[in-house]
């Protein structure tokens, strides 16, 4: 029998899940509040078109209040048995009260970090997953579909109970500022001496047999091939939040983050003075994540 779950939110990363999903063999039914992407016209409608049996419903929206709306709602449609499936970048501490909420109707909850991006159609997501075993076991057959190909253990982690996968995922993307920080950094100062006059094609020879080589530095060197001066892109750099949240964990936990703080704080310095660096981060969050840039010269 072919599986068959709901999805809300087919945003840039719903979407692409979806259409993922489907070539893998899961058959989805999406919400989305663009009519022009939705398959169904509610999250009501979305719940009726599953079958009879357990009823797997992944949210893919943005965090904070319209996670927590969609997630009551959910409960209020749902039965017992049921699981709700929490694919977005929530704060751990948000998964303890949506479990609970969720367990007196006997519906199931499992918190998912999800890494990949716009790419992850093609390459698969990076998957960390919070939950009971059981419910992991059962939804499975989603996560293989999703995740890489090869090894499970290389795309997949049960991470542990409720708000495990959030977390991890967190601190996953505390890391990656880290590391983007690092490879801009040295860009920037590779551009800032005429010894070097080939700036892109030095880092393009890092990507393979380095110790620095990575998935990011490809995206940095793809970056520069479609922009060689980043001209069309501002030094103004977002952060998503979870960046905060890292640095808050080190905090209160006592652990020194002494990378990803700086990492951090360096994002707040973009908005304040013209840097190369930050024009190297920006452009590398638009490669990965598809994320939003600010034009050179716009405000």
Sequence with gaps: MVMHIGLVGLGKMGANMRTRLRAGGIEVTGFDRNPEVSDVASIAELVAALPAGRRFVWVMVPAGDVTRGVVTELGDLLAEGDVVIEGGNSHFSDDAAHAAQLAPRGVGYLDVGVSGGVWGLENGYGLMVGGDTALVE????????????????????????????HYAKMVHNGIEYGLMQAYAEGYELLEAKDIVTDVPGTLKAWTRGTVVRSWLLELLVKALEEDPELGEISDWVEDSGEGRWTV??????????????????????????????????AALRQQFGGHAVKPAGGS
Excluded: C, N, W
């Design 248 to 281: 808050d964990e080190a905090i209160d936990s006592a652990v020194p983050l002494p990378v990803i703080s700086a990492a951090l704080f360096a994002r707040f310095a973009s908005r304040q003075g013209a840097s190369p660096a930050m024009k190297a981060v």
């Design 138 to 165: 059962a939804a499975m057959p989603v996560f293989d579909v999703l995740r890489p190909e090869g090894p499970r253990d290389e795309g997949f982690v049960h991470a542990g109970a409720v708000g495990a996968g």
